[in-house]
Every structure is written in C-alpha cells, then in structure tokens.
C-alpha cells in the first residue's frame, strides 16, 4: 500500500482544482453568452420565440444536473457522437447555466419600471438601442449581485461532471481516498478546498449587493 502524507493529498487535490475552476469558467461564461442571446430573443420577438425559450428553462431547471451531465456523455455517444468527459460535462453545465442565468436576467429586466421603456420609445430609439442605453444599465445593477452569487451553485455543480469520468476535485478526492484509505481526511481536504473557493465569491456577492443597493455589506 502506498503511503500517503496530508502534503501528497493536498497537492493532488490541488491539481485536480485547476480542472473545477477551469469547467466553472467554461460553463460559467458560456452559459452567460447563451443566456445573454436567449434574453435578447425573449425580449425582442413575438409570443412564439418567448414560449419556446420557456421551455427549454422549465426544461433545464426541471431536471437534475446529473441527468443532463448522462445525456450529453452518453445520450451524445448514441448519436455517433463520440465526446470526451471534459466535452459533456462542458457542453451540460453551460445550457445549465444558460437556463438559470437567463431567468435570472429577465427578472431584473422586468424590475426596470415601466415608465423607462415608454420614456426610451418616445425619444425615438429603437429595441436595440432601447437595451443598451437605458435598460440594460438598470438592469444590470439589479444583476449583478445574484449572478456572481450562481457562480457558487456552477461551481459546486462540477462536483457532478466526477460522474461521467471527469477528473475533478470530487473525482480527485474520490480517487485519492480509495489508494490511500483515508476518507475522512481526504474528503475533509476536498470540502474545505470547495469553501475556501466559493466563500470569497459569496462575500462577494454579498458585498456588491449591499453596495449597489445602499446597504451595509
């Protein structure tokens, strides 16, 4: 049996967290591109458009992570479709993030009042024009706060991509615990790597919320 000291675990671990952080980024700025071009479509087109991007939120928020992650890695594969790991827990988490992000963004563009919009029309600008320069600046403020606050749930959400083969920290510690026979400690290594990543985003979050919203942080 192979002899594993806290220094050997801590630094595997750390390794495998490059791979959390770096799905996290993928699937977090991915997922806010898609979500970005889903709010404008929802905003700008007719009922039909609206009632289809809907869906595929009922749809993403309406079935576990862990289902999404199985059919993109295997649901894929029996299209002929042959993606690695890293590809589908990628290409998951992102339309994931896309669906909540999307409703995210839509509530604090419906909490702009209604008189903006009717002031934006009569200086005679267009949709477009109407997001960029007065709706979207309000909203965003509105945004800021729960967005950075989701990072939290994406990155806890990589946890899952262990699954389907996708060497990350759960996978790491998972690995690493079953060589060296030291769950407890491996696994305590792990939550406490998940802490020191998502606490500082949290406080964050917490800060920018009671920064832009006149409160004490």
Known sequence: MIEFTLWDIVRNLLLALRWTVALSAIAFVGGGLVGGLLLTLRLGLGPRTRRVIGWYVQLFQGTPLLMQLFLAYFGLALLGLEVSAWTAAALALT???????????????????????????????????????????????????????????????????????????????????????????????????????????????????????????
Request: charged share 15%; aromatic share 12%.
């Open 95 to 217: 339309l994931y993030t896309s669906a909540y992000l999307v409703e995210i963004w839509r509530g604090c563009v419906e909490a702009v009042p209604k008189g903006q919009w009717e002031a934006a029309r009569s200086l005679a600008l267009s949709f477009g024009e109407q997001l960029r320069h007065v709706i979207l600046p309000q909203a965003w403020r509105l945004a800021i706060a729960p967005t950075v606050g989701f990072l939290v749930q994406v990155i806890k959400g990589t946890a899952l991509a262990s699954v389907i083969g996708f060497v990350e920290l759960t996978k790491a510690g998972s690995m690493i615990a079953n060589a060296s026979f030291k769950p407890f400690l491996v696994f305590g290594c792990v939550a406490l790597l998940y802490f020191a990543l998502c606490f500082p985003i949290s406080l964050f979050a917490q800060h920018l919320e009671g920064k832009l919203h006149g409160r004490p942080s």
